[in-house]
């Protein structure tokens, strides 16, 4: 299992400019999370899904969008980049069978973007 | 969601010398998770406590919580070049969906 992919691993973006970061997961994971890291500042999280079609707001979802089409993929997109979304995404999923909630997070390995 | 409160936020210590790093909450917490961060890399899981003043250990790692649910620690005895990294805790929030992470406890180690 290659566990949780994330691309594309750097970017630089101008302001203004749009992307979608991509994550994928081959865990059969129902959960699924996208958190960005800032220095100093501990992961926050922008979006999560606990399963295909269903999405939910995180504590910083603003500027950010998310869909959830299939069980294995969770793509952020950022529509107009500013430089306050300069930061670390890491994208992350977890198995968390009935209302037991979520359980053990697996991590990607990140997407470091840079908003110039 | 649930608010967790960690420290050190820094901490550089010599090889051999121990290291605790607290994780505080107002509210009582469901159960506790700890993630380990390499420089450059990304999180990665270390434990999960459940139960009121449950203790686990890990070869040089012990984690506590306690017995109100409202705090955790984790401490390594005899600190290795290999311990060097950010040390979050995690709480579950309420809706058991989500994770709120502490800022993370940063390790130095020097040989």
């Known amino acids: 299992n290659a566990g949780v992919t994330q691309t594309p691993k750097f970017r630089i973006l101008k302001i203004g400019q749009s992307m979608t970061l991509q994550c994928t997961q081959d865990?059969?994971?129902?959960?699924m999370y996208w958190y960005r890291q800032d220095p100093g500042m501990g992961l926050k999280l922008i979006y999560y899904?606990?399963?295909?079609?269903?999405?939910d707001k995180g504590e910083v979802p603003n500027g950010y969008n998310v869909s959830r089409s299939t069980t294995e993929d969770f793509p952020l997109r950022l529509e107009l980049a500013a430089p306050s979304q300069t930061s670390v995404y890491f994208c992350?999923?977890?198995?968390?069978?009935?209302?037991?909630?979520?359980?053990?997070?697996?991590f990607g390995p990140g997407t470091r973007l840079t908003v110039l | 969601g649930q608010q967790v409160m960690q420290i050190p936020q820094y901490q550089h210590v010599q090889e051999g010398e121990d290291f605790t790093t607290y994780c505080n909450s107002s509210?009582?917490?469901?159960?506790i998770q700890w993630y380990k961060q390499r420089p450059g890399g990304h999180p990665v899981f270390l434990i999960q406590l459940v139960k009121s003043g449950e203790v686990k250990k890990q070869k040089r790692l012990t984690f506590q919580f306690g017995e109100a649910k409202k705090n955790s620690s984790l401490h390594i005895t005899a600190t290795q070049t290999t311990d060097v990294g950010t040390y979050f805790c995690?709480?579950?929030?309420?809706?058991?969906?989500?994770?709120?992470f502490g800022k993370g406890t940063m390790l130095l180690v020097s040989p």
């Open positions: 865990m059969n994971h129902n959960y």
């Open positions: 899904s606990v399963g295909a079609g269903i999405t």
């Open positions: 992350a999923s977890s198995y968390s069978p009935g209302s037991r909630g979520t359980d053990t997070q697996y």
């Open positions: 995690a709480a579950m929030n309420s809706g058991y969906s989500t994770l709120t």
């Open positions: 509210t009582t917490l469901s159960n």
